[in-house]
């Protein structure tokens, strides 16, 4: 059970927007620390994707885009690319548990 | 190029100890701070541990606290993170990871990854 929560899968057709959500607790998100989202390719390590909520790294497409509001955060990806086919994670810091802490995993399915 | 390159694992049975080690290369190692993270077969991330620039700073997940050390080497710009009292459930890919500091907001993210080295308990 992981202390953020967020679907175990998402799907759209190529072209389309999907939105991944991610719902902490006030012990973390709500408690104003930031979220940060990952992809992470079929057999391969984690790639940071967003940081602080809303900003991209150099070299991420301007089709990946955050947000955090309340006790949860959202990544939309627009423009669907069979590339984008990944598992995605959101992370925090929460203050109850003195530790990093990440959500389930989105698998993301490009019909 | 940015690199971290993870080693050390292996088959290990129940009790057993194994410990890992995390080369580092093309940043100034001994500037930033490190974590270990984890992923069981087909599960999620878990964070494990991180530890600050000079190794006198260190924090654990509760599941890992008093049977896993994080240490580091600056001189040979490796992490460690020595394992023992294993158990079937810590069977997993064990990443290290490089922490960026967001100086805004007082976040943390982790910015460099690498490959991960498998650990299994059986």
């Known amino acids: 059970q992981s202390v953020l929560t967020q679907p175990p899968s998402v799907s759209g057709a190529p072209g389309q927007r999907v939105t991944i959500s991610c719902a902490g607790s006030?012990?973390?998100?709500?408690?104003?620390?930031?979220v940060h989202w990952y992809q992470q390719l079929p057999g391969t390590a984690p790639k940071l994707l967003i940081y602080?909520?809303?900003n991209r790294p150099s070299g991420v497409p301007d089709r990946f885009s955050g947000s955090k509001s309340g006790t949860s955060a959202s990544l939309a990806i627009t423009g669907l690319q069979a590339e984008d086919e990944a598992d995605y994670y959101c992370?925090?810091?929460?203050?109850?548990?003195?530790?990093?802490?990440f959500g389930g995993g989105t698998e993301l399915t490009v019909l | 190029e940015v690199q971290l390159v993870e080693s050390g694992g292996g088959l290990v049975q129940p009790g057993g100890s194994l410990r890992l080690s995390c080369a580092a290369s093309?940043?100034?190692?001994?500037?930033?701070?490190m974590h270990w993270v984890r992923q069981a077969p087909g599960k999620g991330l878990v964070w494990v541990s991180r530890?600050?620039?000079?190794?006198?700073?260190?924090g654990y997940a509760d599941s890992v606290k008093g049977r896993f050390t994080i240490s580091r080497d600056n001189a040979k710009n490796t992490l460690y993170l020595q394992m023992n009292s294993l158990r079937v459930e810590d069977t997993a890919v064990y990443y290290c990871?490089?922490?960026?500091?967001?100086?805004?907001?007082?976040?943390?993210?982790?910015?460099?990854w690498g490959r991960g080295a498998m650990v299994t308990v059986s």
């Open positions: 006030r012990s973390n998100i709500g408690a104003g620390y930031d």
């Open positions: 602080t909520n809303i």
């Open positions: 990871a490089r922490e960026r500091y967001y100086h805004n907001s007082g976040s943390e993210a982790f910015d460099i």
């Open positions: 992370q925090s810091y929460d203050n109850s548990l003195s530790g990093w802490v």
């Open positions: 530890v600050n620039v000079d190794g006198s700073i260190k």
């Open positions: 093309g940043f100034t190692f001994r500037g930033d701070w």
